[in-house]
């Protein structure tokens, strides 16, 4: 069973910046594609960026930029750093694992901002 736990979410002032996190059992980036999604209120959920397992990362284009993954093989973690956040970042973020037509999720952690 493939389970994910997101963290590092909270409240951001804008322009700021935060680090998401994504733990995982053992194994699971080796195998699996993994992916980082967003949902905003009343939007559906959408992907933030594409990590495959050998392949190069992808991002969105609505974050190029502004959002980078980073890796920690030895815990089983992947990283999604964001900067210059803004009020429209306001979403869950959500870690996803998927082979083929089976997928997992994590339980999300929120982003919101302070006025």
């Known amino acids: 069973q493939v389970q994910l736990v997101e963290s590092g979410g909270g409240l951001v002032q804008p322009e700021g910046s935060l680090i998401l996190s994504c733990a995982a059992s053992?194994?699971?980036?080796?195998?699996?594609?993994m992916g980082w999604y967003r949902q905003a209120p009343g939007k559906q959920r959408e992907l933030v960026a594409t990590i495959p397992i050998y392949l190069p990362i992808t991002y969105a284009d609505s974050v190029k930029g502004r959002f980078t993954i980073s890796r920690d093989n030895a815990n089983n973690t992947r990283y999604l750093h964001m900067i210059s956040l803004k009020p429209e970042h306001t979403a869950v973020y959500y870690c996803?694992?998927?082979?083929?037509?089976?997928?997992?999720w994590g339980q999300g952690t929120k982003v919101t901002f302070s006025s």
């Open positions: 053992a194994d699971v980036f080796s195998r699996y594609t």
């Open positions: 996803n694992a998927r082979r083929s037509t089976t997928k997992y």
